[in-house]
């Protein structure tokens, strides 16, 4: 098991810029895929993307495809979420979640999740 805390949401305006962490505790951090998901009010969960035990794969969902860019720190055990161009539909709380396996899209096969950080983004 691992622990996962997330940081750096806040509110920013459309076409800003942000960059969300994800801290991990726990030695094998380096063996879980990692993947970021957000829930914005109403709606479900939803993918936003994913990168592999290795960092060598990466996965994105199609609203944030060209604008995202997830990476890993092994030295630091933190997985970033860049997020440029962003959009007033970006607007959710977003999760980071982590696995000790493949890099999947699917939330239900995560079973560490960290509590999530709001982000807001204003027109």
């Known amino acids: 098991q691992v622990q996962l805390v997330e940081s750096g949401g806040g509110l920013v305006q459309a076409g800003g810029s942000l960059r969300l962490s994800c801290a991990a505790s726990?030695?094998?951090?380096?063996?879980?895929?990692v993947g970021w998901f957000r829930q914005a009010p109403g709606k479900e969960r939803e993918y936003v993307a994913v990168?592999?035990?290795?960092?060598?794969?990466?996965y994105y969902g199609d609203s944030v495809k060209g604008r995202f860019t997830i990476s890993r720190d092994y030295a630091s055990n933190t997985v970033y979420l860049q997020m440029n161009s962003l959009k007033p539909e970006d607007t959710a709380v977003y999760y980071c979640?982590?696995?000790?396996?493949?890099?999947?899209?699917?939330?239900?096969?995560?079973?560490?999740w960290g509590q999530g950080t709001q982000v807001t983004v204003s027109s």
């Open positions: 990168i592999s035990w290795n960092g060598g794969s990466t």
């Open positions: 979640a982590a696995r000790n396996g493949g890099a999947s899209y699917y939330r239900e096969r995560y079973d560490n």
């Open positions: 726990g030695r094998t951090f380096s063996s879980y895929a």
